[in-house]
């Protein structure tokens, strides 16, 4: 099983700790990692928020940590990644720290536990290589019930009206006298009423979810890999593509991902070895604009406006109120395109001594990480009364581009020593860690677009803002881990980390957060007799830990008083013009510093008829 800084055998492990090898992801019709590991790890919890195909799952290990919130360490091949980039297939085995003991040698940034990735590597002597390809759809395991029947809905909203007003709503009369005409005479041209929840209205009931929403979306997988390895190489190198259609009907939001990874591995000696892991993943989304104003989307302009008997359409053909907010929107009401693209590598080198009890290794990791996002708004029109067409004044116009760029740079040097003398094994690894990241954003935006069929900074008329963002930080640790076992019957470890971070005041920065946990497996006892025949685990463990945080919800630097400034917006006039303004800082504390996690935790694992059947609590 891997676990930090290396792998133990699972009778040896007495952390709380779960793996899920490769066959988890394999011959799966999944669009992304969170999709297969749903359900497949204990107290790994998975969530979505919506349906939206470019949504990435959020990872939780044993519910609240703190209460300032926060997500799990991602480590792939021993650096900081991105779960929802990987490809599925991409990945060997899938292990979640849960507890303090197990993920306190990852020290800063692991109080919200640990999911390591290990992902595949050449595993025949002969060139192997395999393609697989998936075509499949998702659909909505439920979707809102809407009442077609147009008289029943109009009478079930007449009746609320009455029950919050005291009186009916005349509108609603008038909506219900056109339907009873409609039922006698269908050649009726549209209705309209002086509201602007339904204004236009017909007798045959329009199906809104129907006309905006498609029943099921679309996708297909592509994967290629080769592999081999011989007594001096070991290379795996893989490609991946997957193409994704959304929900709406609509001009529907479609994501494109490719993803590209690189292994390899040489023995330059008997005690040398060294490693490059390289990858790359880049995604596209696309998407129509479905805010109508501010943050009211389409959804929610669709709950209100958009009845049975409501028509998308005036008898000229121009939008209701209803059909812009939905049909319009996203027929005319622009798009949104986003861009990731992530590039990274790792090189590395491990040196044996001692006959290999003693192996010193490090590595070193860059992570580049870009975003762009480009956003093009327009301003709808509707016909408000019939014969007239206006455009609606609270619908922003814009065209807006932002650009950002993290690079994250990982050190990792430790030495692991292993040795095993009679019926004790001894396993020392100490080392150091640093993580680094600097982020940078700029974006900018102009009101009012020229033109609907290109966008840019230089085609609007209207007023032009500017912004961007810079931030960075540091981490810096030593760890330890002390294992001892004796028969794989008693088993002890010691972990611990000394960590200083740049986010906190120079003489409050640094903190050190232990562990310690011990095992005993009951089946390797004498006692335990004819048993051991069925039982090869049946091991009772048990561990304290504390864990440290710097999640703390403030800026990056909160030891730093900061100034809110605001343009043209001051209280008064000077030469007719509001001025610019700056606010008082709010109280900073000086002795902020680490958030301590501290768990404690009791379980048992066992593993019986030749490990057919295990489990753990």
Known sequence: VVIGYGTKNK???????????????????????????QGAIPNLNITF???QINRNASYNIRGTTSINGGSPLVLIDGT?????????????????????????????????????????????????????GSFGFSQPLKTPRILMDSEKYVDILQQAYVGWAGGELAALTQVSEYLKTYKQDPTQPLGYVNNMYFSYITGKPTDWYGLIYNDTQPFNKHFAEVSGRSDRVNYYVSAGMTNQDGAYRINTDHLRKYSMRTKLEIKLSKNINIFNNFSIEDSKYVTPITNVTGSNNILRFMTQLCAPFSSPYDNEGNYSYGGMVSEGLLKNGGRSIQRNNMVRNTFGAEISFLKGDLKLKGDYSIWWDRSRGDDQKFRLSYSPSPGKV??????????????????????????????????HTV?????????????????????????????????????????DSANEWITLGLFYRLSYDYKSKYLIE??????????????????FFPSVSAGWNIAREEFFGSLSDIFST???????????NTDTNDAWYPFYQ??????????????????????????????????????????LDWSLLNNRLTGSF
């Not at 619908?395 to 994250?408: E, F, G, L, P, V």
């Open 538 to 548: 049946l091991k009772v463990r048990g561990s304290w830990g504390q864990l440290g």
């Open 80 to 132: 900081p990644g991105n779960l929802n980039l990987i490809a599925p297939e991409d990945i060997q085995s899938v292990s979640v720290l849960k507890d303090a003991s197990s993920a306190a040698i990852y020290g800063a940034q692991a109080s919200y536990g640990v999911i390591l990735v290990t992902t595949k590597k050449g595993e025949s002597d002969k060139p192997k290589f395999r393609y697989s």
């Open 494 to 511: 010691l972990n611990g980390r000394y960590d200083g971070t740049s986010r906190f005041p120079s003489l409050r920065r640094w903190g």
């Open 11 to 37: 009778t040896k492990i007495v952390g709380a700790v779960n793996q899920v090898s490769s066959e988890t992801f394999e011959n799966k019709a999944i669009a992304n990692v969170g999709q297969a590991l």
């Open 49 to 51: 928020s919506d349906g």
């Open 390 to 423: 206006s455009e609606l004044s609270a619908m922003s116009d814009y065209y807006k581009s932002a650009y950002s760029q993290a690079i994250r740079q990982t050190l990792n040097v430790y030495a692991n020593y292993n040795k095993k003398l009679g019926n």
């Open 427 to 467: 396993e020392v690894i100490a080392g150091l860690n640093q993580d680094q990241n600097d982020y940078t954003l700029f974006s900018g935006q102009i009101d009012d677009n020229m033109f609907t069929t290109y966008g840019s900074l230089n085609l609007g008329d209207g007023i032009q803002t500017v912004a």
């Open 562 to 603: 900061t100034m809110p400034v605001g343009t043209a917006n001051g209280r008064w006039l000077v030469n007719g013009l509001k001025p610019n303004v700056a606010g008082l800082p709010s109280i900073v504390s000086s002795l902020k510093t680490w958030e301590t996690v501290e768990t404690w935790d009791v379980g």
